[in-house]
Every structure is written in structure tokens, then in C-alpha cells.
């Protein structure tokens, strides 16, 4: 007999369909083995998808793939999963707990749906990569990255799940990024990060604080359009360099280059109890509520939408 598993696509960090970044969600994946996660994350082919397991020691365990592997933590997909449970009564608004391979974290849903993941506390520090080869990655001239870099360096930032992190000096440059994923990649290994994310302080919108742009090559990800853990560890880099004077939450534009746009906030929660964790919140649209037809573990069929 065939196992058919609910499944959706859910648009994270926006309101409005067809936008933001796109996350799996299956809601019951108790008893499926990690090849079967690995297929219907491929079939899928969001950035990620995330599976839904009881928690041992919390509410619920997420666990996400990429088409490509399994990854310890990731925002978009969070948001979506527990933004799905809301949407369809599972679970009311209010805190939970949530056991990832990164660690636990707390969630919390609002009344209107804004689902927030406070992150793990910040780990940043300058890393030994050259404006250069920096720039040489994204496509750009070394101008681009030179004159903000004076004020803020490259450095690796993580709340769970490391970026490295480049400040660009205008929207236009941003724009101009064509990125060689090959020396990106390298960049990521030399430094210990999972990703690159490139950012400038050039917004479109006047209340965003940042414009970003994500790119995760390890992970199989070209361009990521809206990234929930990088938008932490970058909200916490710029908290320890002393370049931000707005009050959380912060506003992080991205995603519009790939024609899908989102915003991420970000509440860096400064002055709680010292250096805390960063939280990152948003909405979240279902685009696609179906069943799959899962594979036999350790059989090579094909998944039949």
C-alpha cells in the first residue's frame, strides 16, 4: 500500500503569494527514514523543507533538507512550519519550544501570525579574507566593497548557522552582483560558513534597514531569496559594531532580485540581560496543500505528485 504524506509550500517572510522564500513543510514525519526526507525535500525543490517530528524534550522537532543534504537550522523554513501549524488550528498563538540539530529554540506566534525564532546567542569575529577576494567572488570592483569596508569588516557572524559577511556600498553595486558560486564556496570553507551574505545599508523601501542578498553553494543554493538565519547573525554583527542607531525590530529587504521580495525583522533584543540571542520574525502565505506519494526507504522510485 502506498504512503501518501500532506505536504505544502509555504512563502516565508512575506504576506503575499508567490513571493518571499519558499519552504516545504510536512506536517507528519514521524516515521519516515532519511532517505525518504531526502526525496521529498528533492521532489519539493524549495531551499529547504522542513519535517515535522514530535520533540523529545520540547513541542516539536524540525528537522530540514535541502535538495541537496540535511542542514542544522534554518529560519524560512521554521517560519513557514509553524506558521502552516497556525493556519490550519494545529497549534494557537503563543510560545513554544522547538528542537532543531543546531539546538532548541523558542518560538513564539502572535495573534496575527507573525511567527518569531529567537536564535542562538551570537558568535562574530573578523576573518583573514581580503576586499579582493571578496569582491572577486560577487562580480564586483574592489570600490565596492572599500569604502564601507573601512568601517565595517568582513567577518564571520553566526546565531546557529555561520554567514560571511560583506558590506557593499550601494544598491546599484548590490545589484550588479554576478556571483562565481565556485570561489564563493571556497571563501565558505576557508572561513568555517555555510554562506555568504552580502548586504548594503541602500535600501528601496525607507523604513528598511538593510538590503541583503544571500548565497549558499554548500548547501546546493545558488541565491537564497530571503534568509531568516543569516538575517539574525548579520542583525547581531551590526549590534556588536556599533553601526546601527534604529530600534528593533530591524527591517531586512531581500529577495527582489530573484523577483520573489520578503522582509525579515529582526530584533537584536540589545540590552536584555547583556549580549542575547537575536529573534527573527515574520508572515507567512501557503501556496500548495497537496499529498505525495513517498518512496520505499532504500528504493530508488520516483516520488508521483
Known amino acids: 500500500m502506498s504512503d501518501n504524506r500532506r505536504v505544502h509550500l509555504v512563502d516565508a517572510f512575506t504576506e503575499e503569494p508567490m513571493a518571499g522564500n519558499p519552504a516545504g513543510v510536512v506536517p507528519e514525519a514521524a516515521d519516515l527514514a532519511d532517505d525518504q526526507l531526502a ?3 528533492s521532489e519539493l525543490g524549495a531551499s529547504e523543507t522542513a519535517f515535522v517530528l514530535p520533540g ?3 513541542d516539536r522537532r524540525l528537522r530540514f533538507f535541502s535538495p541537496e543534504r540535511e542542514v542544522d537550522l534554518c529560519g524560512h523554513a521554521t517560519v513557514a512550519a509553524f506558521a502552516s501549524l497556525y493556519d490550519r488550528d494545529v497549534i ?3 510560545d513554544y519550544t522547538v528542537e532543531t540539530n543546531a539546538d532548541t529554540h523558542d518560538v513564539e506566534v502572535e495573534p496575527d501570525g507573525t511567527v518569531w525564532l529567537t536564535q542562538s546567542p551570537p558568535e562574530i569575529r573578523e576573518v583573514d579574507v581580503s576586499l579582493e577576494d571578496a569582491a572577486d567572488a560577487l562580480g564586483l570592483d574592489v570600490a565596492a566593497l572599500s569604502e564601507v569596508g573601512e568601517d565595517l569588516p568582513i567577518a564571520r557572524a553566526s ?3 555561520p554567514f560571511l559577511v560583506v558590506p557593499v556600498g ?3 553595486q548590490l545589484s550588479a552582483v554576478d556571483p562565481d558560486l565556485a570561489a564563493i564556496e571556497a571563501l565558505c570553507e576557508a572561513t568555517d560558513t555555510e554562506g555568504l551574505y552580502a548586504f548594503t545599508f541602500d535600501t528601496l523601501e525607507g523604513e528598511a534597514t538593510l538590503h541583503g542578498r544571500s548565497f549558499v553553494p554548500l548547501a546546493g543554493i545558488a541565491e537564497d531569496p530571503v534568509t531568516g538565519t543569516a538575517s539574525g547573525a548579520v542583525g547581531s554583527y551590526l549590534r556588536y559594531q556599533g553601526a546601527l542607531d534604529a530600534e528593533d525590530p530591524l527591517v531586512f529587504e531581500q529577495g527582489h532580485f530573484l523577483d520573489r521580495p520578503g522582509r525579515v525583522l529582526v530584533d537584536t533584543r ?3 540581560e547583556g549580549v542575547t ?3 527573527v520574525g515574520g508572515r507567512a502565505v501557503t501556496t500548495l496543500d497537496g499529498d505525495l506519494t513517498i518512496p520505499e526507504s532504500d528504493e530508488d522510485d520516483i516520488i508521483e505528485a
Open 39 to 41: 526525496a521529498v525535500a
Open 56 to 58: 523529545d524534550d520540547a
Open 92 to 94: 494557537d498563538d503563543g
Open 159 to 161: 546565531t546557529g548557522f
Open 170 to 172: 550601494y544598491f546599484e
Open 270 to 272: 540589545e540590552g536584555v
Open 277 to 279: 540571542a537575536p529573534r
